[in-house]
């Protein structure tokens, strides 16, 4: 039986919450023209893991998409998820994160504004369903 998780998702430049607990950045680049002292002080995340973001190339491609095209989004998500747990790397970053939000809240977050269109809506599916070996 799996546990509850403590997972939830922010938009990164946004006001931290007590709900939210440890803020991960899940961006392939942190914040521009910030140095990584000010990360955390200056509220962008706690902890940026770049390992769980998608290739360079698979986010322009999710970029340049309208929000209309659907379809298109979810081969492209597909895609991601895919490569996201094509190897023990990835596998065991997506446990990692399972297991500490299975223990405290965890909040995974990308500069994205509208969820639904930004791959941190399925790296929380992903996080959600992950089974390890699976």
Same mark, same amino acid.
């Given at each position: 039986m799996s546990k509850k998780l403590h997972l939830s998702t922010f938009q990164i430049g946004t006001p931290a919450t007590p709900e939210q607990g440890l803020r991960i950045g899940v961006t392939r680049h942190p914040p521009r023209g *910030? !140095?990584?002292?000010? =990360?955390?002080?200056?509220? $962008?995340?706690? *902890? =940026?893991? !770049?390992? *769980?973001?998608? #290739?360079?190339? +698979?986010?322009?491609?999710?970029?340049?998409?309208? !929000? #209309?095209?659907?379809?298109e989004r979810e081969k492209l998500f597909d895609h $991601? #998820?895919?490569? +996201?747990?094509?190897?023990?790397?990835?596998?065991?970053?997506? #446990? +990692?994160?399972?297991?500490?939000?299975?223990?405290? !809240?965890v909040s995974i977050g990308c500069f994205c504004p509208d969820e639904s269109l930004c791959h941190r809506s399925r790296l929380y599916k992903i996080i959600q369903k992950h089974v390890v070996g699976a």
């Open positions: *910030v !140095p990584k002292d000010r =990360w955390v002080a200056d509220g $962008y995340f706690d *902890v =940026w893991l !770049p390992s *769980v973001a998608p #290739e360079a190339k +698979l986010v322009a491609q999710i970029l340049k998409l309208n !929000p #209309e095209k659907t379809v $991601y #998820e895919r490569q +996201l747990l094509s190897d023990a790397n990835g596998r065991q970053t997506v #446990e +990692l994160i399972r297991q500490i939000a299975a223990r405290i !809240p």
